[in-house]
């Protein structure tokens, strides 16, 4: 780091960023992959004489990046979200992640169920990142499931389905969790209902309400 910079502001930002971040509960493979990130944004203001990061710098950083790189959409929805906690600690706006220990805790009565999908993802080799992705939407759909007044697995309906879909933030995300989850607690004989086929696509969920009282669905739901 040069001199330009140890005197301004990015020292201190970027050690702000971690410790955030680490008390948070962000795992070592995530800081590393932050901190890597954050070294090259100091490469690229030390080249340029930026003695202070900016929303304009981070602005300017990306653009160069992306043309330079040609990034596949996954890097640069990354680097984006690092210039977006970097603009957020610079004016001192609170960063509450979704995955404190508080947010994850399951709803007592599908608590059960839950742990079992979590270990029946295990099992089946996918990647802790995967699963904690997987958990963050199940632990939606559930809550979801809460405030709606459903308690027990055997009473979803296809209105809760769409319904949470509808209201997800993430619908890709939403779409392959609530739909794995769904074969996961008919297979397991949590539920006679193969809910799973009232999300056969990603499309709008109102788009094919009108097919659930044909035969040919309906037989689909029964062993």
Known sequence: MNQKIQCGNWSN???????????????????????????????????????????????????????????????????????????????GKEYISRHSTIAKMWPACFSKQANQYIGYLRKRGYRESSIRIRRDYCLEFLNFLISSGVYTLSEIGAVHIYGGFSQ???KSHYYATVRSFLKFIYEHGFTVMIYRYLFRNRAVPSLYQQFIPKKRFRDSFQR
């Open 13 to 91: 930002l970027y050690e702000k960023l971690l410790t955030q971040l680490s008390n948070l509960g962000y795992n070592d493979s995530t800081l590393t992959n932050y901190r890597g990130a954050l070294k090259r944004i100091e490469g690229f203001m030390e080249a340029r004489n930026y003695a202070d990061y900016s929303g304009k710098v981070g602005n300017h950083y990306i653009s160069e990046w992306v043309e330079k790189t040609k990034p596949v959409p996954g890097s640069t929805r990354f680097i984006k979200t690092i210039i977006n906690r970097l603009n957020d600690t610079l004016t």
């Open 168 to 170: 997800s933030n993430a």
